[in-house]
């Protein structure tokens, strides 16, 4: 499922020793394409390029649906989409790929595997074709900024924005105005809606609030809204401290010590017991709007919030770029740019957008007419784009795919009740700054 965020930390930590060995030396490489080099590509015969993604269901569809209107567009040009599965199946027969000099032409890839894949010499920088005065994208800075940082590494852009999404508070409207609580909109007052909305209603025992399996790895987010800093741009670990200490209590106090909320555990995603009317509201992926539709189908009203603040507003960033592999001949580079390129354009990402509940990746959408009318109707999508102002990605640094691995699983026995907040600071600083080191 593509509405949560689902990337596999300790998978990315393997693709990242794995690739170590399989740099540009073992890839049927080219030089990264100069505009001068560019001027002398031409598509005057078919090309077929393969793109590997993680899309499934209806977002496969839609994506299947957009290559054939590429098609269309551009004849000489055949898109293979080769679905992968999942993120963790993608990531690991990419990795493969690297090593047996088989990369595909393009991909989906997070920006951490795309600090890998830069490290070993294997995806164009695609600087060069943003820029170009033929084949250039000159409204690149039409790109929401967030989405602009996640691909951009020193000063050069590795990929275009794909499906993005960020997290939002999701609640039953008709739970909420039960207890007579207006929707939530600061830690204090998500603590109080959850406490409220902990009882029987209907005569249903409900839980009030729920959060992703995943949360642990989402500490970024609530240090940051506490204040604080998780790690700093230049390797400095300061998520112990006072904001660290307050963000995990503000979890553990709900999950371990008053049970106000729960992990959705076995249920796998939180949509799920959310449709059952288990919980009041929960925490998790603005592109599980559709899931949550199945899940609820006409039971109670439901809509998203923007993710309640405590001393300031944070909002983590999530999904894929399209990454194109410097192993391609020039052709085939420009065949991919060109749909990479269509893949973003106004048109197109406000299509994907609607069809997939991810969000436009151009600024220009937001205060379209046509996206402003897609959005009075179906009032749930809101939320996301209201918090562009506050999103922020994962760090471009080396090493810190594995120290979100190993943090990440500290934080999780926090979470659990398995240690102590203290402890577990201490434990995740010793093993973070042990993880930069290296």
């Known amino acids: 499922m593509k509405r949560k965020k689902i990337i596999t930390f300790l998978l990315s ?12 030396s073992n890839q049927t490489s080219n030089n990264n394409t100069s505009s001068s080099a560019l001027a002398n590509v031409k598509i005057d015969k078919p090309v077929t390029i393969e793109f590997w993604h993680a899309m499934t269901g209806p977002a496969e569809k839609e994506l299947q649906k957009l290559a054939d209107d590429f098609h269309k567009k551009n004849p000489n040009i055949t898109v293979k989409l080769v679905g992968q599965g999942d993120y ?11 090593k047996a000099k088989t990369s ?13 894949y830069i490290n070993n ?20 800075n039409d790109i929401v900024k967030t989405f602009l940082d996640d691909i951009t590494f020193d000063g050069k852009l590795y990929g275009v924005p794909f499906n993005k999404s960020t997290e939002v508070l999701v609640y039953n409207k008709d739970y909420l105005d039960s207890v007579g609580a207006k929707v939530p909109t600061t ?17 249903k025992k409900v839980i009030g609030l729920g959060f992703e399996n995943s949360v642990s790895g989402d500490m970024a987010t609530y240090i940051k809204q506490a204040g604080g800093n998780y790690i700093t741009n230049d390797g400095k670990v300061e998520f112990n401290s006072a904001a660290g200490k307050k963000a995990l209590n503000f979890l553990t106090d709900m999950l371990v010590k008053n049970k106000t909320a ?20 929960y925490i998790g992926s603005s592109a599980g709007v559709s899931y949550i539709s199945a899940a609820v189908k006409d039971k109670f009203k439901w809509s998203t919030a923007v993710l309640p603040k405590d001393v300031k507003a ?28 269509f893949l973003s354009s106004d048109a197109v990402t406000t299509e994907w957008a609607e069809k997939t509940g991810y969000v436009p990746v151009r600024k220009s959408v937001l205060t379209s007419t046509a996206w402003k009318s897609y959005i009075q109707k179906n009032p749930a999508q809101a939320a996301a784009e209201e918090q562009f102002s506050s999103g922020f990605n994962d ?11 190993d943090v990440s699983a500290i934080f999780n026995d926090v979470l659990i009740g398995k240690r102590t907040v203290t402890d577990g600071l201490n434990a995740a600083e010793t093993a973070a700054k042990n993880d930069l080191k290296n």
């Open 13 to 24: 930590t393997v693709i990242a020793m794995s690739l170590a060995g399989c740099g540009a």
């Open 88 to 98: 963790t199946t993608l990531s690991q027969k990419l990795m493969a790929a690297a």
């Open 104 to 116: 595909p032409v393009m991909a989906q890839a997070y920006s951490n595997w795309m600090t890998d």
């Open 121 to 140: 010499d294997l995806i164009e920088d695609l600087t060069p074709y943003y820029d170009d005065s033929k084949v250039g994208m000159q409204n690149k």
């Open 187 to 203: 830690w204090d007052e998500l603590e109080d809606v959850a406490k409220k909305t902990t009882t029987t209603i209907n005569g």
């Open 262 to 281: 729960r992990l959705a555990g076995e249920d796998s995603y939180m949509s799920t017991p959310f449709g059952r009317g288990d919980v009041a509201m």
């Open 314 to 341: 944070a909002s983590p960033f999530q999904g894929t770029n399209l990454v194109i592999f410097k192993s391609a001949t020039p052709e085939e580079k420009l065949a991919a740019w060109d749909f990479a390129k």
């Open 395 to 405: 760090l471009h640094m080396n090493g810190y795919t594995k120290v979100r691995t």
